[in-house]
């Protein structure tokens, strides 16, 4: 139950942080910061040779296609990470708690690389 408090907590303190400030390319990448170092931590049961570091490459992928205005791309890139984690999660090799901060973190750098690809008017 610990954790479940702890999460809702995370997730209360994203949704202040994204109603408080405008996005910009700086804020994307510092949440795609996070989503990588979350997936460098956690542990993934049964670990293949490249896996984390091809689940990573997306990750940097997005943030190097964000960087060059690419806005789309990168965020085809984090979808992509988003699909392989999930498929990590369904054959139970990543834990509900894990999958969870992942699929925030994100839907939190979709949501901030699509306010940078149409921003308000």
């Known amino acids: 139950m610990r954790h479940g408090i702890g ?3 995370f997730g209360a ?10 996005d910009t390319i700086q804020d994307c990448e510092k949440w795609m910061s996070m989503l990588e170092g979350k997936t460098a931590s956690m542990p993934i049961r049964g670990e293949q040779p490249n ?4 689940l990573l490459a997306s990750i940097d992928e997005g943030r190097a296609a964000a960087q060059a205005g690419r806005i ?9 990470f988003r699909g392989s984690s999930r498929a ?3 054959k139970k090799r990543l834990t509900l708690e894990d999958d969870q901060t992942l ?3 994100t839907g ?3 949501q901030c690389l699509g ?4 921003p308000p008017h």
Request: some cysteine.
């Open 103 to 105: 699929m925030m973190l």
């Open 51 to 54: 896996e984390r570091h091809d």
């Open 115 to 118: 306010r940078l690809e149409t």
């Open 88 to 90: 990590l999660t369904k």
């Open 72 to 80: 789309g791309e990168a965020a085809t890139k984090i979808r992509d």
């Open 7 to 9: 999460f809702m907590a």
């Open 13 to 22: 303190a994203v949704l202040c942080a994204r109603l408080a400030f405008p």
């Open 108 to 110: 939190t750098v979709l």
